[in-house]
């Protein structure tokens, strides 16, 4: 199995202030034919399924705004919110699609500071 | 706009078998390429990936499951479903249904998912 283990499990940030979610995975995500990796975020809110914000690592599924952005390659991968909003207090999961078994992080939850 | 909606009971007692459906409208299940998932989420916990039948019919599930679980596909109603036997509390949590979409044997995120049905195993 990939183990995807994400950091922190929780942060609190001001309105308007940057937010940083790390992913880590226990083996490359990158497939070395198409040079993609095989990774995939979410936001989730109470009471809601989760939501695709981001695939490839760093391509923004569509409606999805543009202060969210995904960056990093093989093992480790960011997920910033890069101006807080009060909507974006949510649950954010990493989930990797390279492995038949596909398994996602822990969760990070975004709060309000 | 494909929209999924899971149904089932949602009270199961203890050893016997959870059957859920999740029914997909705006789109044939059949058509395209695309695999069919069900996830589930413990109360205040993370994601635990159950399996997937493509529209093909063949099936993967997690090894975790595995000996516990059938997902099978109903292309004229526009459906697939999930058996789960033998359950324990332990398998209480909010099932989700999901699709992915596939190209050239390979598949990718989960672009569309079912707004989840709580299942609890109590007697």
């Known amino acids: 199995d990939i183990v995807m283990t994400q950091s922190p499990d929780s942060l609190a940030v001001s309105l308007g202030e940057r937010a940083t979610i790390n992913c880590k995975s226990s083996?490359?995500?990158?497939?070395?034919?198409?040079?993609?990796?095989?990774l995939a975020w979410y936001q989730q809110k109470p009471g809601q399924p989760p939501k695709l914000l981001i695939y490839?690592?760093?391509t923004r599924e569509s409606e999805v705004p543009d202060r969210f952005s995904g960056s990093g390659s093989g093992t480790d991968f960011t997920l910033t919110i890069s101006s807080l909003q009060a909507e974006d207090v949510a649950v954010y999961y990493c989930q990797q699609y390279f492995d038949p078994l596909r398994t996602f992080g822990q969760g990070t939850k975004v709060e309000i500071k | 706009q494909v929209q999924l909606q899971e149904s089932g009971p949602g009270l199961v007692k203890p050893s016997q078998t959870l059957s859920l459906t999740c029914t997909v409208s705006?789109?044939?299940?059949?058509?395209?390429?695309?695999?069919w998932s069900w996830i589930r989420q413990p109360a205040g916990k993370g994601l635990e990936w159950i399996g997937r039948i493509y529209t093909s019919g063949s099936t993967n599930y997690n090894p975790s499951l595995k000996s516990r679980v059938t997902i099978s596909v109903d292309t004229s109603n526009n459906q697939f479903s999930l058996k789960l036997s033998s359950v324990t509390a332990a398998d209480t949590a909010v099932y989700y249904c999901a699709r992915a979409d596939c190209s050239d044997g390979t598949c990718y995120q989960f672009d569309y998912w079912g707004q989840g049905t709580l299942v609890t195993v109590s007697s």
């Open positions: 490839w690592a760093s």
């Open positions: 083996q490359s995500v990158l497939y070395s034919s198409n040079n993609k990796n095989y």
């Open positions: 705006g789109g044939s299940i059949s058509s395209g390429s695309y695999y």
